[in-house]
């Protein structure tokens, strides 16, 4: 029997339950609504959780196996020089990236505020260019996907 993945790796109820959580209900608020106990909305949340983080970890792997590049970039690197080794690795490899300077400075606050300090890397940072020309950035050692949920 085929079913309809609406929602992903989510079931409806996952889905919905989620959704008000992030609007601010109560599990005792949504077991009220859902006419369930609130120890099963808890469960309920707890799985679309982990459902979530096993998403998050395939697209991981998918964007690791599509990157042509993996490199790092050591602590004291001053965050100016990122883009400039990006695209001299990029040049060297024949690939032509569809990003430029300033979408890669916010990707690395977004991406890797982490491990920057006072415009320093103080933590290595993993740059992937994928095959399609896009990159990937990510601090290394970064803990679990728990912290980013």
């Known amino acids: 029997m085929s079913r309809e993945h609406k929602y992903g790796l989510l079931s409806e109820r996952q889905y919905k339950v989620l959704k008000m959580r992030i609007m601010g209900y109560t599990q005792e608020e949504i077991a009220k609504i859902m006419n369930t106990s609130r120890s099963n909305i808890s469960i309920i ?8 983080r096993i998403a998050l970890k395939t697209l991981d792997v998918y964007k690791e196996m599509f990157s042509i590049e993996k490199m790092i970039i050591k602590p004291s690197t001053h965050t100016l020089d990122i ?16 990003i430029n300077l300033p979408y890669i400075q916010a990707l690395l606050h977004i991406k890797a505020d982490k491990c920057i300090k006072r415009r320093r890397v103080v933590r290595p940072i993993q740059i992937m260019i994928l095959r399609d020309g896009d990159i990937e950035i990510r601090c ?6 728990d912290e980013k949920i």
Request: hydrophobic share 35%; proline share 3%.
């Open 140 to 145: 290394e050692n970064e803990d679990s996907l």
């Open 83 to 98: 883009p400039r080794i990006i695209f001299e690795k990029a040049d060297e490899l024949g690939i032509k990236l569809k």
């Open 45 to 52: 949340e707890k799985n679309a959780w982990k459902n979530i």
